[in-house]
């Protein structure tokens, strides 16, 4: 068995939100990210696991902090 911290992923073909960042107070064009927490089942070689738990989040690209988070419904409404 093994354990792998799985990194944030960018979702790609998502449009950019324009937002203002709470954290390091500029406006910009933030993106979507994956956030994959909890136990998770997956191969250590893959970028991202096959059964897991997921959070999305707005990014800023500045500060690269996530500042809210957001919903399945709300990212396939952001798909282009």
Known sequence: MFIKNWEVQ?????K???????ICDN???HV???EYYGPS????????PLLSMKRYWLVCPICKQG?????????EAYKK
Do not use: A
Not at 16 to 22: A, D, F, I
Not at 42 to 48: E, H
Not at 67 to 75: A, H, L, R
């Open 32 to 34: 979507i990210c994956v």
């Open 27 to 29: 406006d910009s064009e």
């Open 67 to 75: 500042d809210q988070e957001i919903s399945k419904d709300q990212v």
């Open 41 to 48: 089942v997956g191969l250590i070689f893959l970028s991202k």
């Open 16 to 22: 950019t939100v324009q937002k203002y960042c709470n």
């Open 10 to 14: 960018i979702i790609e073909n998502t």
